[in-house]
């Protein structure tokens, strides 16, 4: 039976285009094995799918000052230990790396038992883990097209964004009964990344009020940050974090605000869900979601609105004149198809394991 290893991890973008890869690779007949943390968020996300997980020692590489940065070198070389014999124990024909940092110690590991390794790039520019194991990668797969030109010459190839099959066959009726929504006003789902993001949550709570007067809202908010005054008021449902029903409110969803990493602005594409983005700002940030961004408004698929911009009425703004343009907006998502992806990177992994 041919083997294959996931690793990628720290957040939920380094773990679900991995999910949309793995349940076609077991229809193939595919041994899979996931190598992440101890800690992140991907141990809870692969468990729960029932994938074989192993966990190494992980440490944060960063462009900034910090004492952990004299620890975190030595917990990355234990972690390539780690892996290393791990490796050559599951015998596996391919790995593939969605990044983050988990992911570093993983690829070389795989580089130094001699096995074909694949990454993925979300974003148009790499990450910092991305950068370090390009030079140990076999290919490297991009999402965006203008990706390439960041990359090492003939290593990458543009496919796209694997997206999960199962985030396209939700129940709208499920969903807004779910909700315990009406079907009689739009819906609006708001997002800011599996961390949520506090700037977004404190003017959506902000402009509530007027928001409500002709929509129904969505509140994906992140861990911690529930507002439990508003868990009576009709028609807002807010949620930590949604997994089995996002399906579901997805069908229900109208539009959509949301941060711009890669991963889930290509599913409400794919979906076809008029959007406003609200990046990541470069003082948090490498700048990668600001570039996201920008490639979609110029596409016709989202409007962008800066969080150094963002006050209760920018967003009333942007929200109204969204959803009155929602039609256009859908119009020219239509000509995006995912459907290729998933076939043309799973080609890759048959041909390298033979």
């Known amino acids: 039976m041919k083997t294959i290893v996931f690793t990628g991890g720290g957040s939920a973008g380094h773990v679900t285009p991995n999910l949309a ?54 917990l990355v070389m234990k972690g390539v230990a780690e892996a290393y014999f791990l490796i050559r124990k599951l015998k596996p024909d391919v790995i593939f790396s969605k990044g983050g940092f988990v992911s570093v110690p993983v690829v070389i590991a795989g580089w130094m038992n001699r096995i074909p390794v694949f990454l993925h790039e979300s974003d148009i520019t790499p990450g910092l883990a991305n950068k370090i194991a390009i030079r140990f990668a076999t290919k490297i797969f991009v999402t965006f097209e203008e990706a390439i030109k960041h990359l090492p010459a003939g290593k990458a190839v543009h496919t796209g964004s694997p997206i999960r099959e199962d985030i396209l066959k939700g129940n709208r009726e499920s969903g ?75 069908a229900a969803t109208d539009m959509v605000i949301s941060r711009a990493g890669s991963n889930a602005i290509f599913e409400f594409l794919t979906l ?79 041909k390298a394991s033979k």
């Not at 101890?38 to 440490?59: F, L």
């Not at 509140?219 to 997994?243: A, I, P």
């Open 272 to 350: 076809q869900k008029p959007m406003i983005l609200i990046p990541l700002p470069k003082a948090s940030s490498r700048g990668d979601q600001i570039l996201n961004a920008a490639a979609f408004e110029k596409k016709g698929y989202c409007r962008v609105l800066q969080e150094e911009q963002l006050t209760e009425a920018s967003l009333l703004q942007s929200v109204n004149e969204v959803y009155g343009y929602r039609l256009r907006y859908k119009e020219n998502m239509r000509g995006y198809s995912a459907s290729s992806c998933l076939k043309e990177i799973i080609e890759y992994i048959e």
């Open 176 to 250: 807004l009964r779910y909700l315990g929504f009406t079907s009689t006003k739009p819906v609006i789902t708001i997002m800011g990344g599996s961390l949520g993001a506090k700037r977004i949550n404190e003017t959506v709570r902000e402009a509530l009020p007027q928001l409500l007067e002709m929509f129904q809202i969505v509140h994906l908010c992140g861990k911690g940050n529930r507002d439990e005054s508003l868990n009576e008021v009709k028609g807002y449902q807010q949620f930590e974090y949604v997994s089995d029903e996002l399906p579901d409110i997805m």
């Open 21 to 74: 890869l793995i349940p076609k690779l077991q229809e193939g007949g595919w041994n899979i094995h996931y190598i992440g943390s101890k800690t992140g968020i991907e141990k809870d996300i692969i468990e729960k799918e029932g994938i074989p997980y192993h966990e190494i020692s992980s440490g944060k590489l960063r462009r900034y000052f910090d004492m952990k940065n004299f620890k975190d070198p030595f």
